[in-house]
Nanobody, 127 residues
Framework: QVQLVESGGGLVQAGGSSRLSCLVSGLAFGEYTMAWFHQPPGQEREYVAAIDRTNDRTYYAQAVKGRFTISRDNAENTVYLQMNFLRPEDTGVYYC????????????????????WGQGTQVTVSS
């Protein structure tokens, strides 16, 4: 049974930092592209960042470039999202996602491309 379990959300002041974790079980973690998505209140889920399954190359949405960092620890089956300089618009539920393929610039930002999802963790940034 595949499980993705996010943790680390909470209430943060604008300008502050938070680190999210996603512990994965039930699949060969090192063989999966991992990503983070963000769902603001009342809005669609949107792509944040992804990390390749083979070479650990990282990719970011424009809105978070220079502020967020995605990383993975294959020995711990965990993907992380370090979020710095948080803004009120970063508020929402953050989900991690996994896909068996190496995705491209045309696909890695699409939620429909990912096979597995966590339940999400809430991040609230106060102004």
């Amino acid at each position: 049974q595949v499980q993705l379990v996010e943790s680390g959300g909470g209430l943060v002041q604008a300008g502050g930092s938070s680190r999210l974790s996603c512990l994965v079980s039930g699949l060969a973690f090192g063989e999966y592209t991992m990503a983070w998505f963000h769902q603001p209140p009342g809005q669609e889920r949107e792509y944040v960042a992804a990390i390749d399954r083979t070479n650990d190359r990282t990719y970011y949405a424009q809105a978070v470039k220079g502020r967020f960092t995605i990383s993975r620890d294959n020995a711990e089956n965990t993907v992380y999202l370090q979020m710095n300089f948080l803004r009120p618009e970063d508020t929402g539920v953050y989900y991690c996602a996994a896909d068996r393929r190496t995705l491209t610039s045309g696909t890695r930002g699409s939620a429909a491309e990912y096979d597995y999802w966590g339940q999400g963790t809430q991040v609230t940034v106060s102004s």
